[in-house]
């Protein structure tokens, strides 16, 4: 079967589904957390102190008895052995976006044949995957292959359940036989652990006695596109680069702003209901589900969690999400813009700081200018996003997300800060010494007396913007839809960390000199808003009024690319950051470097592969076919003697011929290698093969709209995006 015939038998299958029909709905108090070894299930299963002392290193972030291990262990084996698991495994998060993990059997072989079920506290505390085969950055040689997970009580284990069987899943850390963490998670825990110390110095110079254990909360609108299987099989870039890398827009894309949560359609809402119940289970709480701006494009929200469990449970709902699509002849694309011409998809991380004695510490009131400790932790977050604005944005750098930012459905490059107008204007007010008040929330009177009053908030929102507070939260609105969220919250966590011990420390001294509490905490806050307040901005970001003023009045850098981010993490600034709160070694943050710089290096090489290719084995042979039936057909008719056009067939070959001059140039680009350094090669990835790349996709899809439909091969953006 030829590529077309199998494109329009597709189509022709995906027209004539039926849907899976929708499982009876399930009572949400009668699934949730079933499959989760939570606090309820430890206290039904473990022995009284053994509880207690498990519970206490959860909730208070102390140390873990490693005496306990040994009753967890068994109670963990036993409950999940009821559920059917015959495996567990170590989940751990390298420094891919993925997550990986080791399967083993509870099968223990006697002296005498016969098998028991055994789980030991060794066990669970310690596994030993290859620490040589992920990415390491050089800390691990390939012959130097040891590397260690250890268990993170602090995020519970789960059932897994597929069709296959149930794996008990445990978090866990990954770190190298040297002792340098290779994952994701040890970073984020550490970043936890010194915002915690920073900020509870702070609360404690703010007058509080009682001040329970500080973390971060996390809670990341996931958005994804879903393409019928039959479609994305048939696209070698789909399957291999996640994106489209060719693909004429159709004559309708999102102008019409009709898909924005419009009706779901009938197939995804039984999708969604899967992955949602999924989820319940796995204790995840998935709140929001809608349509989002493009076509096929679609989201899912959870409410907030603390950091580390919230960053775990991302990289689950990512798995189930693309696990289930399976099952539903669906395809879920998590590449930050797999069409291009219409909006990409971030992941919009919702971020604050809290405890149980103080609340949400981003919480302003209904005063935020009388409210000291809300003003102090968002002076430090201005600080920290003026001083490490670059590093902020090396956090969401991938080759897969420069598509996106600057784009209209993303921020731009440029790390800046929305406050809103009572916020702007309540620091404004800081900057110059002295607050006289702010502006209030209001009534909006629609003029209809049916409908109830609705309360306006003081500020409006900036979708343009790239850090937004939102209430009572900030949104990093930049990060990516294929990425761990991990990465930006151990970067947010220790600017707040590092500002907070500078706040801290000026507090002290303020107060050593005999100030009121009051009038030093005015005084360090204006020193805040006479240093950072350049990375205030309330405008459109989108602007390049914006652009200009951001670069050359205001000092802010823009980094447009990966290859202009990444270097950010090897400056000395960054670099005394990480070791000062002891969040990364200097081995730690150059490995993530040389991870981050090779990753994006494959990516553009292997898209770059995969152009050559789809040109010469796909696209191109088609074109010749065509011409030569087009050939043929004009010379028929001039027999016929009737005349025709030949400028349209003399158009595609010229199409053609420049087509294949660009793909023979990237391939020729393709074979250097002789480098400086590896900023030198993300360079020329950036500025030599990516533009070579995106010139034949001009061609490519110019001879889409030349050569008729039933020629084409691919599947086309009109079917992949309207096609459900």
């Given at each position: 079967?030829?590529?077309?015939?199998a494109?329009?038998?597709?189509v022709?299958?995906i027209v004539?589904?039926?849907a899976?029909?929708?499982k009876?709905?399930a009572?949400?108090?009668?699934i949730?957390?079933?499959?989760?070894?939570?606090l309820?299930?430890?206290?039904a299963s473990?022995?009284?102190?053994?509880?207690?002392?498990?519970?206490?290193?959860?909730?208070?972030?102390?140390?873990l008895?490693?005496l306990?291990?040994?009753?967890?262990?068994t109670?963990?084996?036993?409950?999940?052995?009821?559920?059917?698991?015959l495996?567990y495994?170590?989940?751990?998060?390298?420094?891919?976006?993925l997550?990986?993990?080791?399967?083993?059997?509870?099968?223990?072989?006697?002296?005498?044949?016969?098998?028991?079920?055994?789980f030991?506290?060794?066990?669970?505390?310690?596994?030993?995957?290859?620490?040589?085969?992920f990415?390491?950055?050089?800390?691990?040689d390939?012959?130097?292959?040891?590397?260690?997970?250890?268990?993170?009580?602090t995020?519970?284990?789960?059932?897994m359940?597929?069709d296959?069987?149930?794996?008990?899943?445990?978090?866990?850390?990954?770190?190298?036989?040297?002792?340098?963490?290779?994952?994701?998670?040890?970073?984020?825990?550490?970043?936890i652990?010194?915002?915690d110390?920073?900020?509870s110095?702070?609360?404690?110079?703010?007058?509080?006695?009682?001040?329970?254990?500080?973390?971060s909360?996390?809670?990341?609108?996931?958005e994804?596109?879903?393409?019928?299987?039959?479609f994305?099989?048939?696209r070698?870039?789909?399957?291999?680069?996640?994106?489209?890398?060719f693909?004429k827009?159709p004559?309708?894309?999102?102008?019409?702003?009709?898909?924005y949560?419009?009706?779901i359609?009938?197939?995804?809402?039984?999708?969604?209901?899967d992955?949602?119940?999924?989820?319940y289970?796995?204790?995840?709480p998935?709140?929001?589900r809608?349509?989002e701006?493009?076509?096929?494009?679609?989201?899912?929200?959870p409410?907030f969690?603390a950091?580390n469990?919230?960053?775990?449970?991302?990289?689950?709902?990512?798995?189930?999400?693309?696990?289930t699509?399976k099952?539903?002849?669906f395809?879920?694309?998590l590449h930050?813009?797999?069409?291009?011409?219409i909006?990409?998809?971030?992941?919009?991380?919702?971020?604050?700081v809290?405890n149980?004695?103080?609340?949400n510490?981003?919480?302003p009131?209904?005063?935020?200018q009388?409210?000291?400790?809300?003003?102090?932790?968002?002076?430090?977050?201005?600080?920290?996003?003026?001083?490490?604005?670059p590093?902020?944005?090396?956090?969401i750098a991938?080759?897969?997300?420069?598509h996106?930012?600057?784009?209209?459905?993303?921020?731009?490059?440029i790390?800046?800060?929305?406050l809103?107008?009572?916020l702007?204007?309540?620091?404004?007010?800081i900057?110059t010494?002295?607050?006289?008040?702010s502006?209030q929330?209001?009534?909006m009177?629609?003029g209809?007396?049916?409908?109830?009053?609705?309360?306006?908030?003081?500020?409006?929102?900036?979708?343009?913007?790239?850090?937004?507070?939102?209430?009572?939260?900030?949104?990093?609105?930049?990060v990516?839809s294929?990425?761990?969220?991990?990465?930006?919250?151990?970067?947010?966590?220790?600017?707040l960390?590092?500002?907070?011990?500078w706040i801290?420390?000026?507090?002290?001294v303020c107060?050593?000199?005999?100030?009121?509490?009051?009038?030093?905490?005015?005084?360090v806050?204006?020193e805040?808003?006479?240093?950072?307040?350049?990375?205030?901005?309330g405008?459109?970001?989108?602007?390049?009024?914006?652009?200009?003023?951001?670069?050359?009045?205001?000092?802010?850098?823009?980094?447009?690319?990966?290859?202009?981010?990444?270097?950010?993490l090897?400056?000395d600034?960054?670099?005394?950051?990480?070791?000062?709160?002891?969040?990364?070694?200097?081995?730690?943050?150059e490995?993530?470097?040389?991870?981050?710089?090779e990753?994006?290096?494959?990516?553009?090489?292997?898209?770059a592969?995969?152009v050559?290719?789809?040109?010469?084995?796909i696209?191109?042979?088609?074109?010749?076919?065509?011409?030569?039936?087009?050939?043929?057909?004009?010379?028929?008719?001039?027999?016929?003697g009737?005349?025709?056009?030949?400028a349209?067939?003399?158009?595609?070959?010229d199409?053609?011929k420049?087509?294949?001059?660009?793909?023979?140039?990237?391939?020729?680009a393709?074979?250097k290698?002789?480098f400086?350094?590896?900023?030198?090669?993300m360079?020329?990835?950036s500025?030599?093969?990516r533009p070579?790349?995106?010139?034949?996709?001009?061609?490519?899809?110019?001879?889409?709209?030349?050569?008729?439909?039933?020629?084409?091969?691919?599947?086309?953006?009109?079917?992949?995006?309207?096609?459900?």
């Amino acid at each position: 079967m030829s590529g077309n015939e199998a494109r329009i038998q597709a189509v022709q299958q995906i027209v004539n589904r039926t849907a899976l029909p929708p499982k009876p709905p399930a009572r949400l108090e009668s699934i949730w957390a079933e499959n989760v070894f939570n606090l309820s299930k430890m206290q039904a299963s473990l022995p009284k102190n053994v509880f207690k002392s498990v519970k206490k290193t959860i909730v208070t972030g102390e140390k873990l008895d490693p005496l306990v291990a040994d009753a967890v262990a068994t109670a963990m084996r036993d409950w999940a052995t009821s559920k059917g698991a015959l495996y567990y495994a170590h989940v751990f998060y390298p420094m891919t976006n993925l997550s990986a993990e080791k399967h083993d059997g509870f099968i223990s072989v006697q002296g005498d044949g016969s098998v028991i079920s055994e789980f030991s506290g060794k066990v669970l505390v310690q596994g030993e995957p290859d620490g040589s085969s992920f990415p390491n950055g050089g800390i691990r040689d390939t012959f130097e292959a040891r590397g260690y997970t250890g268990w993170d009580v602090t995020s519970p284990a789960y059932i897994m359940e597929t069709d296959n069987g149930a794996t008990l899943c445990i978090p866990t850390v990954f770190v190298s036989w040297t002792g340098e963490a290779l994952d994701k998670k040890v970073p984020l825990l550490r970043s936890i652990a010194a915002m915690d110390k920073a900020a509870s110095k702070v609360l404690k110079l703010l007058g509080h006695t009682d001040v329970a254990h500080v973390n971060s909360s996390c809670g990341a609108e996931q958005e994804y596109f879903l393409v019928d299987s039959h479609f994305a099989s048939q696209r070698p870039d789909l399957l291999i680069a996640g994106r489209t890398l060719f693909g004429k827009a159709p004559a309708k894309g999102q102008e019409f702003d009709d898909h924005y949560f419009g009706a779901i359609p009938e197939r995804v809402q039984v999708f969604m209901q899967d992955v949602e119940e999924t989820l319940y289970k796995l204790g995840i709480p998935a709140k929001t589900r809608h349509n989002e701006v493009a076509p096929g494009q679609f989201e899912i929200a959870p409410f907030f969690e603390a950091a580390n469990v919230a960053s775990d449970h991302q990289q689950l709902i990512m798995t189930v999400l693309k696990n289930t699509a399976k099952k539903h002849g669906f395809s879920c694309l998590l590449h930050e813009k797999p069409f291009a011409g219409i909006n990409g998809s971030g992941k919009h991380v919702n971020w604050s700081v809290g405890n149980s004695t103080q609340g949400n510490l981003l919480d302003p009131g209904d005063s935020p200018q009388d409210n000291a400790q809300f003003l102090v932790f968002c002076g430090a977050v201005i600080r920290g996003v003026h001083k490490y604005g670059p590093l902020m944005r090396a956090a969401i750098a991938t080759a897969s997300n420069d598509h996106r930012l600057g784009a209209n459905e993303a921020p731009p490059a440029i790390m800046s800060v929305y406050l809103g107008t009572q916020l702007e204007e309540v620091f404004e007010q800081i900057k110059t010494g002295s607050v006289t008040g702010s502006k209030q929330k209001g009534v909006m009177d629609l003029g209809v007396d049916v409908l109830p009053p609705l309360t306006k908030d003081a500020g409006d929102r900036n979708r343009t913007s790239p850090f937004a507070f939102t209430g009572n939260r900030f949104e990093f609105r930049a990060v990516g839809s294929s990425q761990s969220v991990s990465g930006p919250l151990i970067v947010l966590n220790t600017m707040l960390a590092d500002s907070l011990d500078w706040i801290g420390n000026r507090l002290e001294v303020c107060l050593s000199d005999g100030m009121e509490l009051s009038v030093a905490i005015l005084t360090v806050l204006k020193e805040v808003m006479e240093e950072h307040s350049a990375v205030v901005f309330g405008g459109n970001g989108y602007s390049e009024e914006w652009h200009t003023m951001a670069v050359e009045e205001r000092g802010l850098a823009n980094l447009r690319t990966t290859a202009d981010a990444l270097p950010s993490l090897k400056a000395d600034y960054v670099e005394d950051l990480f070791t000062k709160t002891g969040v990364l070694t200097s081995v730690e943050l150059e490995s993530r470097f040389e991870v981050y710089a090779e990753q994006y290096i494959l990516s553009i090489e292997v898209e770059a592969k995969l152009v050559v290719n789809m040109v010469k084995t796909i696209i191109y042979p088609t074109v010749v076919e065509y011409l030569s039936k087009l050939s043929s057909t004009i010379s028929s008719l001039s027999g016929l003697g009737i005349d025709f056009d030949k400028a349209s067939a003399q158009g595609i070959a010229d199409l053609s011929k420049s087509m294949m001059a660009t793909v023979d140039e990237l391939s020729a680009a393709l074979q250097k290698h002789d480098f400086a350094s590896t900023e030198d090669k993300m360079q020329y990835c950036s500025q030599t093969l990516r533009p070579l790349m995106d010139q034949t996709r001009v061609y490519a899809d110019s001879l889409e709209g030349e050569i008729a439909d039933s020629f084409w091969p691919l599947p086309t953006y009109q079917e992949m995006l309207f096609i459900k």
